[in-house]
């Protein structure tokens, strides 16, 4: 079953009616371009089988993209007023949809496997831009259904993202990523297929979940407190930016070498499996 596309015509006629006025703390951008969200579904590879997760559905551009799709979507939104009126929407221009539809009320910073209709699939979102490390990771860590991950960011943050070691923007979000998935760039989105139209260019990330490390929440905590006292300081070498986190200079420098990291190192040489391994060293005394 077909679902109809919200073009700039029914964008504006939406937000008329509702009387919304799209807030940057929100990271309110509402896409008005069909072949953009189409775009969106196809790179995501998501099928008949796959139940999704949307979040921040906004007025429904790509929710209706994926109704046509997917078996289920479940749109996490945080602003009452357009969750309200997603159902309508959704009856409105997906009348013959055979996907379920649910919406849930809640901010996707905290929200939990627990609080959702059904175990999630894949996640395919037009992400609010201002939050959209911590809400990816988050639910990459709290929903370990999700074998799947589209996201459409702002540019830099897609390249940062899929930036692996080496490189001048490779740092905490590019390693947190590769904790739970291989972390590739899909595509580039011009500001044009937006209202209001953002100040800076988008892209699409796509994440594999590759379940390589332990989802331990414990564990996971401790790789991600190495991860940040790493990039704390990035000029230094790993001996002088762990001290803090080791307790002393030389006892960074004991834990790199039986992780066998040379402790002369600069963080954004290492790759994730360094700081799993440097995780795990046991403190000495
Ligand atoms: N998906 C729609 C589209 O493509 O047109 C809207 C995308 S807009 C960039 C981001 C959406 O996320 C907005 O609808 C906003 O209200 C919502 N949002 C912002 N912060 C959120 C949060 N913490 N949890 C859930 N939704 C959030």
Not at 11 to 39: M, S, W, Y
Not at 113 to 127: G, K, M, Q
Not at 221 to 226: D, G, I, T, Y
Not at 252 to 278: C, N, S, T, W, Y
Request: charged share 20%.
């Amino acid at each position: 079953a077909h679902s109809r596309l919200l073009g700039p015509a029914q964008i504006r006629a939406l937000a008329t009616e509702l009387g919304v006025r799209p807030t940057k703390t929100l990271g309110q951008n509402f896409v008005h371009d069909a072949n953009t969200v189409r775009r969106i579904v196809a790179g995501s590879g998501v099928g008949a089988d796959d139940i999704v997760l949307e979040v921040g559905p906004g007025l429904g551009s790509l929710t209706l993209a994926l109704l046509g799709t997917v078996s289920r979507v479940i749109a996490v939104e945080i602003d009452p007023v357009l969750a309200a009126r997603l159902p309508a929407t959704v009856a409105e221009y997906a009348p013959t949809r055979s996907a379920a539809f649910d919406v849930v009320t809640a901010d996707a910073m905290t929200v939990r496997a627990d609080d959702l209709p059904a175990a999630p699939t894949a996640l395919v979102a037009n992400l609010p831009y201002n939050v959209a490390v911590p809400v990816l990771l988050h639910l990459l860590a709290r929903c370990p259904t999700l074998q799947t991950a589209l996201v459409m960011v702002q540019a830099e943050v897609a390249d940062r993202l899929a930036a692996g070691p080496g490189g001048r923007i490779y740092g905490v979000p590019s390693v947190k990523a590769r904790y739970f998935g291989e972390v590739s760039r899909a595509g580039a989105v011009g500001r044009n297929v937006f209202w209001p139209e953002p100040k800076v260019e988008s892209g699409l990330v796509r994440v594999q979940r590759h379940s390589r490390y332990s989802d331990d929440p414990e564990v996971r905590a401790k790789v991600f407190a190495v991860i940040d006292a790493a990039f704390a300081q990035r000029r230094k070498t790993m001996r002088s930016a762990l001290a803090g986190w080791a307790g002393s200079a030389a006892e960074a420098e004991r834990r790199l070498r039986a992780a066998g990291i040379d402790p002369q190192i600069r963080g954004e040489k290492l790759d994730v499996d360094d700081f799993v391994r440097l995780a795990q060293v046991p403190a000495g005394d």
